[in-house]
């Protein structure tokens, strides 16, 4: 197929573009903006293998870009959308970034689409999408068909993205599948996330800012799990059709974090208790027997998964340090500064 990847310089579509490429003949074309958490080094591998840059090609653009979009997406086969503002705590700073790339991008993707279609040209739409859109929940599971109950600005533009699809799949009669991914961690991870950044701190010694008691809940998938299974929904997904990709490991926050302090062999002195972001949903857990029945499984637990992260930190330090410069001092200040000045031991 020749696929459009969205957002392919980023943390789980540029292990999307990686994977897909060691293991098809697709053509990849990737479009990323860019932005902070778009690092064209996380697609180095690719292009530096003439096997796999025969067949791959990027653009730099925003998916906003409709003149720019439109002939893309009538150039291929499927369009899969990783484009994304996705990190909570940014969300609560600054929501208009968020409804600018996981609404009106996504509008814009959907129209190039349907004008793909108009012109005879059937093209697949894959929405990467969270399981946040589901809200918090205390106990059992969600289910694709539950309702939808984001409580942060970034699970409502990404709720708001996944409705554009649903109704553009049954107005249009698009192509279109969804993937709701659980807590995503692995190599490449940008540092702000809670994995990465206590990975990266802990290796240089510094204080883990740890919201509240730690005691909110997720299910931890491996990165290269979600990527396989974004893939495995793209060629076997039905239309119309949403699919929930858990990874059936739940840990609380404060056990992920003891993890990679035995890991590291770093004392639980350097985790602080700092105060809760607003709105911090307690718990996120899946069902994900629909994804089963059409036939995939993740395959890496998180005791695996967890080493594997860590080391790969461990080995790539000038990938992570030069990320945590600039932009990032400040940003780092904004979130953490005050809260960690009134933080407390764990």
């Not at 990709?245 to 056990?255: C, D, I, K, L």
């Amino acid at each position: 197929m020749r696929l459009l990847i969205t957002g392919g310089a980023g943390f789980i579509g540029s292990t999307f573009v990686r994977r897909r490429l060691a293991t098809t003949q697709d053509v990849v074309t990737v479009l990323d903006k860019l932005t902070y958490a778009g690092n064209r080094a996380n697609l180095a591998a690719v292009e530096s293998d003439p096997r796999h840059a025969a067949r791959y090609d990027f653009v730099h653009g925003d998916i906003a870009d409709p003149a720019l979009v439109e002939p893309l997406v009538g150039a291929c086969d499927a369009v899969v959308n990783f484009a994304a503002e996705s990190h909570v705590d940014r969300s609560i700073l600054d929501p208009g970034a968020f409804l600018r790339t996981d609404v009106v991008g996504v509008h814009v993707l959907l129209e190039a689409t349907r004008s793909a279609a108009s012109q005879g040209r059937s093209v697949r739409f894959v929405q990467v999408s969270t399981d946040e859109v589901y809200g918090s929940i205390d106990e059992g599971s969600s289910h694709e068909q539950d309702a939808l109950q984001p409580r942060s600005p970034y699970a409502a533009a990404k709720a708001a993205g996944e409705l554009l699809v649903g109704a553009y799949e049954a107005t249009y009669g698009l192509d279109t599948v969804i993937t709701r991914g659980s807590n995503t961690y692995g190599p490449y991870q940008h540092p702000e996330k809670v994995v990465a950044l206590f990975v990266t701190n802990a290796l240089e010694d510094q204080p883990l800012p740890l919201y509240g008691d730690g005691l909110q809940r997720r299910d931890w998938l491996f990165v290269d799990d979600h990527a396989d299974a974004v893939g495995f929904v793209l060629d076997h997904g039905l239309a119309g059709a949403t699919y929930n990709v858990p990874a059936g490991q739940e840990r609380t926050n404060r056990e992920v974090t003891a993890a990679i302090l035995a890991a590291l062999d770093r004392p639980w002195s350097l985790v602080r208790s700092v105060p809760d972001r607003p709105g911090h949903d307690r718990r996120y857990a899946m069902d994900g027997s629909r994804l089963a029945e059409l036939g995939w499984r993740p395959r890496v637990a998180f005791e695996e998964g967890i080493q594997l992260t860590i080391g790969w930190f461990r080995d790539n330090d000038a990938w992570w340090r030069a990320i945590k410069s600039g932009e990032w001092v400040d940003y780092y200040e904004r979130q953490y500064g005050e809260r960690l000045a009134r933080s407390v031991e764990a």
